[in-house]
C-alpha cells in the first residue's frame, strides 16, 4: 500500500502567489522528507523534519507536521517561475524511503 | 557541492538484453540505493545497500536484478534480461548515516527497451 499520498495533484499559481502541498501517511514515522523533482530530472532534497518536530523552515519553505492526523504540508511562499516543478512527500530512513504520488506545481510568470 | 553521478544517461536496449547502470555515489556516503520512476508515475524503490550486502529490497527487485559494489567507488544495477516493461529512469542515490541531508539522487538513466 502507498505510504504517502499528496494533495493535491496538480496546483497552477500565479508568480508571488503561496503555493501550499499537503502529504498523507499511514503508518508511524521518524521523519518526513520533501523533495522536488523538475521534469525529467533527478529528485533533490529539500526539507526533513522529525516526528518529535512541528514546523520547519528553510528559507521560502514552510514545512509542517502533525503526528496524530499523520499528514505533513509543504508552503512555498512568493513563489516564482523557477519552482515549477514536482514536489513529493516521502518517509523511512536509511534502508529505503518511500514516496508519495507528487503534486505537480506550475507557477505562471 | 558533491554529485552523485550516474551513466550513461541514456540507454537503449533489445529486449532479452542485459544492461548494467553504473553510478558514483557521495564518496563519503554509506548506504547506496536504486529508484525506477516509469513515465510519470511515481517514484518507486528498488533496492538498498550497506556495508556490502543488499539490505531491503521491494517486489520490484526480482531475480532478473542483482546490485554489485566492485570497487570503491561505483555502484552497479544489473538487469540480466530486459522487459518491455524495465523502460524507465533509473536513479541511482546515496546517504550518510544521520539523514539530516536526506538522500542526494543522480540525475538518472533513461532506459528504452526495444
Known amino acids: 500500500s502507498q505510504q504517502g499520498e499528496e494533495d493535491p495533484q496538480a496546483l497552477s499559481i500565479q508568480e508571488g502567489e503561496n503555493a501550499t502541498m499537503n502529504c498523507s501517511y499511514k503508518?508511524?514515522?521518524?521523519?518526513l522528507q520533501w523533495y522536488r523533482q523538475n521534469s525529467g530530472r533527478g529528485l533533490v532534497h529539500l526539507i526533513l523534519?522529525?516526528?518529535?518536530?512541528r514546523e520547519k523552515h528553510s528559507g521560502r519553505l514552510r514545512v509542517t507536521l502533525d503526528t496524530s492526523k499523520k499528514s505533513s504540508s509543504l508552503l512555498i511562499t512568493a513563489s516564482r517561475a523557477a519552482d515549477t516543478a514536482s514536489y513529493f512527500c516521502a518517509t523511512g530512513g536509511t534502508d529505503k524511503l518511500i514516496f508519495g504520488t507528487g503534486t505537480r506545481l506550475q507557477v505562471f510568470p | 557541492e558533491p554529485e552523485v553521478t550516474q551513466t550513461p544517461s541514456h540507454q537503449v536496449t533489445q529486449m532479452g538484453q542485459e544492461v548494467i547502470l553504473r553510478c558514483v555515489p557521495i564518496s563519503n556516503h554509506l548506504y547506496f540505493y536504486w529508484y525506477r520512476q516509469i513515465l510519470g508515475q511515481k517514484v518507486e524503490f528498488l533496492v538498498s545497500?550497506?556495508?556490502?550486502?543488499?539490505?531491503?529490497k521491494s517486489e520490484i527487485f526480482d531475480d532478473q536484478f542483482s546490485v554489485e559494489r566492485p570497487d570503491g567507488s561505483n555502484f552497479t544495477l544489473k538487469i540480466r534480461s530486459t522487459k518491455l516493461e524495465d523502460s524507465a529512469m533509473y536513479f541511482c542515490a546515496s546517504s550518510e548515516t544521520l539523514l539530516n541531508y536526506g538522500y542526494t539522487f543522480g540525475s538518472g538513466t533513461r532506459l528504452t527497451v526495444v
Open positions: 523534519i522529525r516526528s518529535n518536530e
Open positions: 503508518t508511524s514515522i521518524n521523519n
Open positions: 545497500f550497506y556495508n556490502n550486502e543488499i539490505s531491503e
